[in-house]
Nanobody, 121 residues
Framework: QVQLVESGGGLVQAGGSLRLSCAASGRTFSSYAMGWFRQAPGKEREFVSTIRSSGSNTYYSDSVKGRFTISRDNAKNTVYLQMNSLKPEDTAVYYC??????????????WGQGTQVTVSS
């Protein structure tokens, strides 16, 4: 069982930056690939980024590629999402996920409660 707690969301102006963190419980964090997803009002949850357990491989959606960076610190049981050049369309609740890999929501077994990111124009 893995418990995930996101933090770092907030209100930012377009062009600004935020760094999201996701702290995981359990001793097996380093064995899990991790993912970030987001869900805007009235829309389905969508893939943002994922990182392998070792941190050696990362993948991004086309909409965030070049602006967002995923990273992890296995010693701290934490995964990060650095978000730069934010746009109003990045506004959403951001969720971290574990226990799976890839782009599909249902590929992941564990989810955090989400953190709100709001980008004003």
């Amino acid at each position: 069982q893995v418990q995930l707690v996101e933090s770092g969301g907030g209100l930012v102006q377009a062009g600004g930056s935020l760094r999201l963190s996701c702290a995981a419980s359990g001793r097996t964090f380093s064995s899990y690939a991790m993912g970030w997803f987001r869900q805007a009002p009235g829309k389905e949850r969508e893939f943002v980024s994922t990182i392998r357990s070792s941190g050696s491989n990362t993948y991004y959606s086309d909409s965030v590629k070049g602006r967002f960076t995923i990273s992890r610190d296995n010693a701290k049981n934490t995964v990060y999402l650095q978000m730069n050049s934010l746009k109003p369309e990045d506004t959403a609740v951001y969720y971290c996920a574990a226990g799976g890999y890839g782009l599909a929501v249902d590929a992941y077994a564990y989810w955090g409660q989400g953190t709100q990111v709001t980008v004003s124009s």
